[in-house]
């Protein structure tokens, strides 16, 4: 399966930015879907951005306008731009690789999509 490492995350002010970087390794990159998940302490986890292997993204409406979600398929890499950050955003985000673009997590249980996470970036946005 493919092993994936994030970076980028810290602590920023209401307003700025952040790039989080996932760098991929193992499985070829280009055969999965690949997303941004978020978790905020003592919330669910939700999805945050998604780009199918065609290069059609998706956002949450909460971040609509404000982030965006990139590949690099040469460098095995997948990036989110987090632009105009606002306190409600801090949470641990994860890199994720799975087999179906779905940012809803209703839809990767009832479907059995299998799923492959990194072990987070911190992001605290003050």
């Known amino acids: 399966h493919v092993q994936l490492v994030e970076s980028g995350g810290g602590s920023v002010q209401a307003g700025g930015s952040l790039r989080l970087s996932c760098a991929a390794a193992g499985d070829s990159f280009d055969s999965y879907s690949m997303a941004w998940f978020r978790q905020a302490s003592g919330e669910e986890r939700e999805g945050v951005a998604a780009?199918?292997?065609?290069?059609?993204?998706n956002y949450a409406d909460s971040v609509k306008g404000r982030f965006t979600i990139s590949q690099d398929n040469a460098k095995s890499t997948l990036y989110l731009q987090m632009d105009n950050l606002k306190p409600e955003d801090t949470a641990m985000y994860y890199c994720?690789?799975?087999?179906?673009?779905?940012?809803?997590?209703?839809?990767?249980?009832?479907?059995?999509?299998?799923?492959?996470w990194g072990q987070g970036t911190q992001v605290t946005v003050s």
């Open positions: 994720v690789a799975q087999t179906y673009c779905t940012l809803e997590m209703a839809a990767i249980k009832a479907l059995g999509v299998t799923q492959y």
């Open positions: 780009i199918d292997r065609d290069g059609n993204t």
